[in-house]
């Protein structure tokens, strides 16, 4: 299955939830799924992506959100595999100019699993950083979470579903007062030709807060999303519209937003 992100991803990235998510690594299809005497074998998977978002809310710090992303399966080591992924996500507004970079974020995920059929289960070390673009900041604003995550695939009804589980803890972090995340995502996709295919997903996210910091309670993100992917020769465009509740959209303000979104994505086959 190919998911999208954050931005994400995917289930991507979607990468949205508690600030904006990183690129989230597919797990291996179950025609993949090898035994632990599978020879050793490097660089076996790669998924890239890119593509942008219009915000439907009237606000010129949010216009539009750029997103590219890519993870590489870099040891499959048959009963499991050593994966890395990393998103880069840009908002753009309009305050200053047509198209005025405000912020940024990066991403950085490594993960280690163990494949129980169609079921794979696997620790994350999961690493944040956001930026203002063109303005003034001095101080760090980023975090590290180390925890682990359950995704599985599955078939009902035509279509192929690919599910999230995932829980951490934040290990490290500056500004920010997360002490830990967990959340729940589905995915799904059904073809309705062999060039077109219906995509969807949507996921939950929860942050465990450090109320002595800010003085807030725990948090809750969410994305939904459904949409169309057309495949061409050499690569995959999908289009699609989206809602979510977004946790800190800025990284100096601790809100929650609630917007739609409308874009593409533009996916490796």
Not at 225 to 234: D, F, I, P, Q, T
Request: proline share 3%; glycine share 12%.
């Amino acid at each position: 299955m190919r998911g999208a992100t954050a931005c994400g991803l995917t289930l991507a990235t979607i990468l949205v939830l508690g600030s904006p998510l990183p690129a989230r690594a597919q797990a291996s299809p179950p025609a993949a799924a090898a035994t632990d005497a599978a020879p050793v074998a490097f660089l076996t998977a790669y998924h890239g992506r890119i593509g942008a978002a219009r915000f439907t809310v009237d606000d010129e710090q949010f216009t539009w959100e750029g997103r590219f992303a890519g993870d590489v399966d870099l040891v499959d080591y048959g009963s499991g595999r050593l994966n890395f992924a990393a998103e880069y996500a840009v908002v753009l507004g309009s305050e200053r100019r047509s198209f005025d970079p405000t912020q940024g974020f990066y991403a950085l995920d490594f993960r280690a699993t163990r494949r129980f059929g169609t079921i794979e289960v696997g620790g994350v070390f999961h690493h944040v950083s956001r930026h203002l673009s063109d303005r003034a900041k001095t101080d760090a604003i980023d975090w590290n979470m180390l925890g682990a995550e359950v995704l599985a695939q599955s078939e009902m009804s035509g279509f192929r579903l690919e599910s999230r589980l995932h829980a951490s803890g934040v290990i490290k972090h500056s500004y920010v007062d997360y002490t830990w995340r967990s959340g729940v995502g589905l995915g799904l996709e059904r073809d309705l030709s062999p060039r077109v295919t219906f995509i969807g997903q949507g996921a939950v996210d929860f942050l465990g807060i450090d109320a002595a910091i800010a003085g807030r309670s725990s948090q809750v993100g969410a994305y939904v999303e459904g949409g169309v992917r057309l495949r061409g020769e050499a690569a995959a465009l999908e289009l699609f519209v989206a809602f979510e509740r977004r946790v800190d959209p800025d990284p100096l303000e601790r809100t929650v937003r609630n917007w739609g979104l409308v874009g593409f994505r533009l996916l490796n086959r």
